[in-house]
């Protein structure tokens, strides 16, 4: 008999509990598992250290269980919801569908944060899946084939709760979200104001708050975004720039 082979995670930070501060779950409280490396190398990505290899010798090859009994070493039993960031948690196969099934098992939601350019079979296990396409301002390109396949699965096959969320810097980036929500209209879609210093410090409230009464004008001018929702990155207001919120 061969070995059995149980699949490691490339992990790079786990922290919580925090407030969930974007989309759908906003204000959830939550703990927060972030992978190693992604597929996009966005222009103001606020977590490049997951690809960039800044932080490379972060990285700890973990089986699911040890995750889990990190999170228990971190938290105890104060949480009940778990989100699977990145980099791209997407990039990766069984070892995060197998820490999804730990996680139910223990009564404990799984949410998880994509960009939507790879699918995975567990995202029909996922309880909160955020899918976040990148406007024109990330330098990437939409692979909308992919795009459309990930949505057409998600909205004929899905058994979980999923959303999409664009940020957005400028003009060209807020008619990029319009014209994701022209094409998945049935999805609830969330719109965020893009942070453009993910390196200062101090207090960034201020500066974030207008980005967001910016977008909040654009909504409030647009009938075909009636059902769109505007909302900041709530952690970025209270905690500003800082790592591990
Ligand atoms: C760091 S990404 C990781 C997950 C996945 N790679 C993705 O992009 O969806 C998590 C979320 O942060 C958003 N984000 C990254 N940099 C940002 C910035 N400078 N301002 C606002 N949102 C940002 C992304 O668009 C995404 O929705
Ligand atoms: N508090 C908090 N909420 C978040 N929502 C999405 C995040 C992410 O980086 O994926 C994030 C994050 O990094 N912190
Ligand atoms: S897809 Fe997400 S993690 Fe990857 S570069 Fe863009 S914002 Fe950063
Ligand atoms: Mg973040």
Same mark, same amino acid.
């Given at each position: 008999?061969?070995?059995?082979?149980?699949?490691?995670?490339?992990?790079?930070?786990?922290?919580?509990?925090?407030?969930?501060?974007?989309?759908?779950?906003?204000?959830?409280?939550?703990?927060?598992?972030?992978?190693?490396?992604?597929?996009?190398?966005?222009? =103001?990505?606020?977590?490049?250290?997951? =690809?960039?290899?800044?932080?490379?010798?972060?990285?700890?090859?973990?089986?699911?269980?040890?995750?889990?009994?990190?999170?228990?070493?971190?938290?105890?039993?104060?949480?009940?919801?778990?989100?699977?960031?990145?980099?791209?948690?997407?990039?990766?196969?069984?070892?995060?569908?197998?820490?999804?099934?730990?996680?139910?098992?223990?009564?404990?939601?799984?949410?998880?944060?994509?960009?939507?350019?790879?699918?995975?079979? =567990?995202?029909?296990?996922?309880?909160?899946?955020?899918?976040?396409?990148?406007?024109?301002?990330?330098?990437?390109?939409?692979?909308?084939?992919?795009?459309?396949?990930?949505?057409?699965?998600?909205?004929?096959?899905?058994?979980?709760?999923?959303?999409?969320?664009?940020?957005?810097?400028?003009?060209?980036?807020?008619?990029?979200?319009?014209?994701?929500?022209?094409?998945?209209?049935?999805?609830?879609?969330?719109?965020?104001?893009?942070?453009?210093?993910?390196?200062?410090?101090?207090?960034?409230?201020?500066?974030?708050?207008?980005?967001?009464? =910016?977008?909040?004008?654009?909504?409030?001018?647009?009938?075909?975004?009636?059902?769109?929702?505007?909302?900041?990155?709530?952690?970025?207001?209270?905690?500003?720039?800082?790592?591990?919120?």
């Amino acid at each position: 008999m061969g070995a059995v082979t149980v699949s490691k995670l490339p992990v790079i930070e786990m922290f919580g509990p925090t407030i969930q501060g974007e989309g759908a779950v906003i204000g959830v409280k939550t703990m927060f598992v972030r992978t190693y490396g992604c597929d996009y190398r966005c222009s =103001w990505c606020d977590s490049a250290f997951t =690809w960039d290899g800044s932080a490379k010798d972060k990285v700890k090859m973990l089986l699911p269980e040890e995750i889990m009994d990190e999170l228990t070493l971190l938290a105890g039993d104060n949480f009940d919801c778990v989100t699977i960031s990145g980099g791209n948690p997407a990039l990766i196969g069984e070892g995060v569908g197998t820490f999804i099934d730990l996680l139910h098992e223990r009564g404990i939601q799984a949410a998880i944060e994509t960009q939507g350019s790879r699918w995975q079979d =567990w995202f029909y296990d996922v309880d909160v899946l955020t899918i976040s396409p990148k406007p024109p301002s990330s330098g990437m390109k939409t692979d909308w084939k992919m795009l459309d396949g990930i949505m057409n699965k998600l909205k004929t096959q899905g058994k979980s709760a999923y959303s999409l969320k664009v940020v957005v810097f400028n003009d060209e980036d807020y008619q990029y979200a319009k014209s994701i929500h022209t094409r998945y209209p049935e999805v609830p879609i969330f719109l965020q104001p893009g942070n453009d210093d993910v390196t200062e410090e101090g207090d960034i409230s201020a500066r974030l708050l207008g980005r967001l009464e =910016w977008l909040f004008n654009l909504v409030i001018a647009d009938s075909e975004m009636n059902k769109a929702r505007v909302l900041p990155q709530l952690h970025a207001l209270i905690w500003h720039n800082k790592r591990g919120k």
